[in-house]
């Protein structure tokens, strides 16, 4: 980072210390690095696969001709806004903070559980997700057991989980500069594997059918794929739920945010980060995911697949060796995936923490000498992600596991933590709460356009989220807003200060220059 200048260090530094907080945590990423960890969150190789079965066994090859470019939109209109706020307040935890200042405590509060409950819920899904791919994958080579409904079989799904989120939670542990390499160098494997399967779909094809982009067909209710989509004689109904393989696939951009005190250049990297990471997903997902259409034998028995449609595609388009390098390389990048939320859930933690928001707050938001990490946070957040997948998974509801309900919880409730700051900003923007934009700066007028379009696609979001077969997640939406308002009422609003705003700044100077000190920053 030659090009970091002193006078660009101060800059951040007053940035941080403007909105009441010492540099603990250790600037050393890069704004690539702060792209490549939130493009290493989207990871077109994770959700873009492990969610293929919305699309071929929903609407057909219309949910990914169509239904894909039109997802993305819907989750970069989060992308813009968040972009406009992240440039005027960098911090850890960025949503909780934007959330306080342009609303009030409570708004920072809610918004910080959102944050917090998407995160943690996702960081389980992902490795869970990486379970499902390894188990059709590499599982087999290794003669494990692999089938989850036979107890061997989950519990080395849970074991599975365990391992991997406990070493992604070590290489983070052991400071920012391990996990930036490694995030930097999944943002070139997500380009490489993401081109190399491409190339292999395109080029294994029988022939390329190009109209299955904009065919729609109604495979909904296929006797062998009925844990995907419930029978529905409406085609629009089913196009709207496949949107949610874009939407889910195409989030975890705010990880920019999250690591904002320990990028270079924040007010500038960080939205640059959040808008070329959605970008660069949206289009080599797209590519990808029209190849692997295009490679499909037939788009019927491909319905009939379920969730297994990736890798039955594989076994009929790809050369045995060349498939199995690509698993490896998909395997890799998606372990990588698990490893940047990590780095996410953690800062936000630790973010809340140091303003008193979280039970034992003093010890989650401690920051480790050594490594200049948020230690603590980030076995905490690790280890509820594997207790959410273990515990939730043992549940059942209405014949689904609790699992499955909350992971489709997981997009409501990030998108909703992106929403309220968003909403917030519409109302803020030139007024006192919000006086002055960063360097990034699409300007008041198309800032509140494009607000207002996030509020519409929140709307959106939700009424897809809570359709069968995932109904119940309108009850645990409703459920957690019931219990986060009584929470508040009768304890938080006595307790919870918030962010320091005023008065409260200056204030803190002094423990902010022993703070710093501490960890060798001053």
Known sequence: ??????????????????????????????????????????????????????????????????????GCVISGVFALAMAQISSAYPTAGGLYHWGSILGN???????????????????????????????????????????????????????????????????????????????????????????????????GAAH???????????????????????KSDSIWYIFALGLLLPIYTITGYDASAHTSEETVKAAESVPRGMISSVWWSAFFGYIMLIAFLLAIPNMDDAA??????????????????????????????????????VTSVSRMIFAFSRDGGLPLSKTLASVSRKF?????????????????????????IAGSTAYTIVVSCTVIFLFLSFAIPI?????????????????????????????????IAMVVIFVIGVQPPNQYAAYITVGFLILTGIVWLVFENKRFKGPPIGEEVAKRQAEIAAAEHAVGEA
């Not at 200049?372 to 059942?396: D, H, K, Q, Y």
């Not at 002055?436 to 700066?441: D, F, V």
Request: net charge neutral; glycine share 10%; aromatic share 14%.
């Open 105 to 203: 405590r409570f708004t920072g509060w809610v918004t910080a559980w959102f944050n917090l409950l998407g995160l943690v819920t996702v960081l389980g899904a992902i490795n869970a997700g990486t379970w499902g791919f390894f188990s059709g994958s590499i599982g087999p080579w290794l003669g494990i057991n692999v089938d989850a409904t036979t107890s061997a079989g989950f519990a080395n799904q849970i074991i599975f989980v365990a391992l991997i989120t406990a070493l992604q939670a070590l290489i983070n542990h052991f400071g920012i500069k391990l996990t930036a390499k490694l995030t930097d160098m999944s943002g070139y494997l997500i380009f490489v594997t993401a081109i190399a399967l491409t190339l292999v779909c395109f080029f």
């Open 208 to 230: 390329w059918d190009f109209s299955r982009l904009w065919t729609f067909t109604n495979y909904s209710g296929q006797p062998d794929a009925s844990a995907v989509w419930p």
């Open 372 to 396: 200049r990490t948020p230690s603590t946070a980030i076995w905490v957040g690790s280890t509820l992600s594997v207790l959410f997948v273990w515990g939730a998974s043992l549940i059942e």
């Open 304 to 341: 009939k697949q379920g969730w297994n449609v990736f890798f039955w595609t594989m076994d009929s388009v790809a050369n045995p060796v060349v498939k199995n390098i690509l698993y490896v390389a998909i395997f890799i990048s998606q372990f990588l995936c698990g490893l940047a939320t």
């Open 1 to 70: 980072m030659s090009d970091y200048s002193e006078t660009d260090k101060k800059q951040d530094l007053a940035i941080l210390h403007s909105m009441g907080y010492a540099q603990e945590l250790e600037r050393r990423m890069s704004s690539f690095s702060n792209f490549a960890i939130s493009f290493s969150i989207i990871c077109i190789l994770s959700g873009g696969i492990n969610s293929l079965a919305q699309a071929t066994a929903g609407a057909g090859g219309a949910a990914i001709g169509i239904g894909w470019p039109l």
């Open 423 to 455: 909403a917030l900003g519409i109302f803020a923007i030139g007024t006192s709460k919000w006086p002055q934009m960063g360097p990034w700066n699409m300007g008041a007028g198309l800032y509140k356009l494009v607000a207002v379009l996030a509020v």
